[in-house]
């Protein structure tokens, strides 16, 4: 009976463990490339409704206006300064903005297509 509970605990701690170490290593390999990571930082709000998916944020429906106007006001509130910024007017347009903080030291390119 001891025997069974004992190998019982080792195989629920192997599963727990192989699963904890699992899940750190799919977050942290997602984020592979991303400079600046917007949900580990409070100085960078993240749009509602944008969802980071392999290597970038993705978003349903055409919501660029939105964003665009989201993003030119909050970050400059939160200390970014806007060091590039390319817009088309069309319905279907799009937009792509670089922004830095602190000199170089963080740089966030921002592209909506």
């Known amino acids: 009976m001891k025997k069974s ?3 019982t605990c080792v195989i629920f701690a192997f599963l727990v463990s192989g699963f904890s170490i699992y899940s750190y290593m ?3 390999n997602s984020y592979t490339g991303q400079t600046v990571v917007p949900e580990k930082r ?3 709000p993240l749009y509602e409704g944008l969802e980071f998916q392999e290597h ?3 978003l ?3 919501h660029w206006y939105a964003v665009y106007e989201f993003y030119k006001e909050k970050l400059p509130e939160n200390g970014w ?3 590039h910024k390319q ?3 069309e319905a279907s347009g799009g937009f ?3 922004w830095e903080k602190d000199g170089t030291l963080d740089q966030w390119r921002l592209e909506y297509k």
């Open 26 to 28: 799919k977050e942290k």
């Open 42 to 44: 409070d100085d960078l």
């Open 81 to 83: 300064k806007l060091i």
């Open 96 to 98: 792509m903005m670089s």
């Open 87 to 89: 817009a088309s007017l």
């Open 5 to 7: 509970i004992v190998i």
């Open 60 to 62: 349903k429906g055409n």
């Open 56 to 58: 970038e944020y993705m």
